[in-house]
């Protein structure tokens, strides 16, 4: 058994590595780096948090930036560290994990798992969610009251088969939503576009996970995981 996962009437630690949290050029890396780990350890904090309550769990999610930095986590599960996960983007189709998996080897990926095909695919499959962030960050809704759901680039695909579903969730958010920028003195509506960094983890957060869980394999595979450790 890992060292730090108790059992009994104890309370269980797991942390979640997650890929994410890097810095926009304009200010110091120093001040970048903590602002924006920290909206990615919040909004996945406030997801996992929906199965991993604080009365059985110590949860703690750690951004590790990119995911080179995967190899570096997985080391520190494997030396026992800390108990946990490691959760990255596969950037590719479904069958393309296997072959991600081996390219950790020899460390144990017993403890990887990954957004398929990125953390934008969880993002899209829960559309409506859009509509809420939108109307929360007081963008204008565009075309009406047509539900993104019924968008061709979405529609009746499963998101584990949306190729660039990032690039494909930016062409959403410009086709549905507008934002008000002032230029040359005047206020003009300009198209939303889609921030990984600002965006990202705030949809994040607003995301049931139970319907993540019945959507993608992974992740019912990783609260499992999880779970069989408490």
């Given at each position: ?183 040359g003195g005047k206020v003009k509506d ?18 049931k996970l139970d319907s993540l869980v019945g959507d993608f394999d ?13």
């Amino acid at each position: 058994m890992a060292e730090g996962i108790n059992r009994g009437q104890e309370m269980v630690s797991i942390t979640i590595f997650v890929e994410g949290g890097t810095f926009m050029a304009g200010d110091s890396e120093a001040v970048q780096t903590i602002d924006n780990s920290s909206a990615f350890r919040e909004g996945f904090h406030r997801l996992f948090s929906q199965k991993f309550t604080d009365e059985k769990f110590e949860l703690i999610v750690q951004p590790i930036g990119p995911v080179s930095q995967a190899k570096k986590y997985l080391q520190k599960l494997a030396d026992h560290e800390v108990s946990g996960v490691v959760l990255i983007d596969l950037d590719g189709p479904k069958a393309q994990k296997d072959t991600r998996l081996q390219s950790y080897s020899p460390a144990d990926t017993s403890r990887l798992f990954f957004m398929i095909q990125e953390m934008e695919a969880w993002i899209l499959s829960q559309p409506e969610k859009l509509d809420e962030y939108a109307m929360d960050e007081g963008l204008t809704r565009k075309r009406g009251t047509e539900k993104i759901a019924n968008d061709a680039l979405i529609r009746n695909i499963h998101p584990e088969e949306l190729a660039d579903p990032a690039a494909k969730l930016n062409t959403l958010f410009r086709k549905y939503f507008s934002i008000q920028k002032k230029r040359g003195g005047k206020v003009k509506d300009k198209p939303k576009s889609y921030s990984k960094i600002k965006d990202g983890p705030q949809l994040i957060a607003r995301l049931k996970l139970d319907s993540l869980v019945g959507d993608f394999d992974e992740a019912q595979s990783l609260v499992a995981r999880i779970l069989g450790e408490s």
